[in-house]
């Protein structure tokens, strides 16, 4: 799949059975990160990032994955984060399958939950859980549970909100722990394009300056029915 100007694969949408989606309120929080680089983002994106749900509140994004590239340290690596939860998608056999994004307010924290879920040829589909929190040095993290998290830095583009792994850290009997570059698995960007007529892309990449690309993953996804 490619994002900027070439052909984008349209999925069918299936709204759910909900006949009262739970109903948003204003969001300044990845606003408040952005800055000026707010009004960069298409309108589209704006609108998406820019409503909050209640706490406790859902809401579900339904595509499918359409590209997945992973060399063989990309494998081994993908294969060994399975004993920490499965952060990264691990199953080649993913392409074309069905995928789900569900984000629920979390109003513990003043953050959201993510719970991602790939489609597998075979057996249960891979789901990765993980929480989003307005914290830290860049102002936004992501934990996967174990203790283990990232420091994310957010950038603005005319087509796209980028999430780029500044640090990783370990968080342990109340410590934080920030790993040194030569233990850290590699650059992390993931973005969420705008396709236009209700899409965007989630792309994620993973890249490390030995070992190139490890892990390429993009999914194309339909608004949620308001």
């Known amino acids: 799949m490619e994002v900027q100007g070439h052909k984008q694969k349209v999925i069918p949408f299936v709204p759910a059975n909900d006949a009262k989606a739970p109903q948003p309120l204003p969001d300044s929080r990845f606003r408040n990160l952005l800055g000026d680089g707010w009004n960069r983002l298409p309108a589209a994106i704006r609108k998406r990032f820019g409503k909050r749900l209640k706490g406790g509140d859902s809401v579900t994004y339904q595509g499918v994955v359409t590209s997945m590239r992973m060399n063989r340290t990309g494998h081994v690596l993908a ?49 990765v859980h993980s929480s989003k929190r307005f914290a830290g040095p860049t102002g936004l993290e992501e934990y996967i549970g174990y ?76 608004d949620a029915k308001e």
Do not use: C
Request: overall charge positive; charged content about 20%.
């Open 147 to 222: 203790g283990i998290g990232m420091a994310l830095r957010v950038e603005a583009t005319a087509h796209a909100l980028l999430f780029k792994s500044d640090h990783f850290f370990l968080q342990l009997w109340g410590r934080r722990i920030r790993l040194p570059r030569l233990l850290s698995p590699g650059a992390l960007v993931i973005g969420h394009h705008d396709l236009g007529d209700g899409q965007f892309a989630f792309t994620l990449s993973l890249k490390h300056r030995v070992f190139g690309e490890m892990i390429a993953q993009d999914a194309v996804f339909q």
């Open 79 to 127: 294969q060994m984060a399975r004993l920490v939860g499965a952060p990264l998608p691990y199953d080649m056999t993913s392409v074309d399958r069905p995928a789900v994004v569900i984000v629920t307010e979390d109003s513990v924290t003043n953050g959201q939950f993510w719970i991602r879920q790939y489609g597998r040829a075979k057996g249960f589909p891979q789901t």
